[in-house]
């Protein structure tokens, strides 16, 4: 353990540096492999980048109007999951991480690991290369995005896909990232999530606050709160920075 949050200090470094390189790759003009990954998806092989940054836009101003105002719990799932804005807004918003700071949580050879909340599932599609002979379990509302995460890390690895979590699953590693601010009970989901962690196991979160209450945002500040208190409280800390934190279940 004491070595660990050194490690994952230099493991975010390194993630931070590849995704500098990967975006300085993306202004020369060289070839994208996310972009790759996604013309095979969709059977498009010809779609250029210019094409795909044409369409992404038009699909952002298409959406607009739906998220000019805090959305409801129902607006919000009828949103995700009949809007394909949200698979192409993921698509680009993680293109260029990488998670050598999950993966130094993984130190055995198999495991179990859950991305709750996974749209694309970015976390799954990268360290699955890496780890093939971990289980993966994908979770999130079903959905275009969710239907290319299950697709992307099923290339890699094998997957559990669902909707929900089994109630009695246990996992390694879990990862719920960027998504407690889009939960109406971010407390009571937090709690589940704990109590699959294996002891010993862990749990990278995080919780973006969002002062205009838009996008998705269902989250109260009170929600913040306690939700932030009650992984403090359960969990041992090993390693925080920029809100992004990593947790051990004692």
């Keep these: 353990m004491t070595m660990l949050p050194l490690r994952l200090r230099l493991a975010h470094l390194a993630d931070r540096a590849e995704a500098h390189g990967r975006r300085l790759a993306e202004k020369a003009g060289w070839p994208q492999a ?3 990954e996604f013309q095979i998806y969709l059977a498009q092989p010809r779609m250029t980048p210019e094409e795909f940054w044409v369409r992404y836009t038009l699909k952002r101003m298409a959406a607009e109007p739906r998220l000019a105002r805090p959305l409801t719990e129902p607006e919000a799932l009828d949103f995700y999951q ?3 804005y949200m698979l192409w807004r993921n698509l680009v918003h993680r293109r260029h991480s990488a998670w050598r700071r999950v993966l130094v949580t993984m130190g055995h050879r198999t495991g179990t690991f859950l991305e709750f909340g996974c749209g694309t599932a970015p976390v799954a599609a990268w360290v699955s290369r890496r780890r093939p002979e971990w289980v993966y379990d994908l979770v999130d509302l079903p959905s275009p995005h969710f239907q290319y995460g299950l697709w992307r890390v099923s290339r890699h690895a094998m997957t559990i896909g669902g ?3 089994a109630p009695d699953a246990q996992y390694d590693v879990i990862t719920a990232l960027d998504v407690f601010e889009h939960l109406a009970d971010p407390l009571a989901q937090a709690e589940r999530l704990v109590a699959q962690v294996r002891p010993g196991g862990y749990l ?3 919780f973006v606050g969002n002062p205009l ?12 709160d306690a939700t932030l208190a009650y992984l403090a409280d359960t969990l041992a800390l090993v390693w925080e920075t920029d809100g992004y934190r990593v947790s051990r279940r004692r």
């Excluded at 996008?215 to 913040?224: F, Q």
């Design 213 to 224: 209450r838009n996008d998705l945002d269902l989250a109260t500040p009170e929600h913040r």
């Design 82 to 84: 009949t809007c394909d």
């Design 163 to 165: 909707a929900t979590l």
């Design 204 to 206: 990278h979160h995080n």
């Design 34 to 36: 996310w972009l790759h």
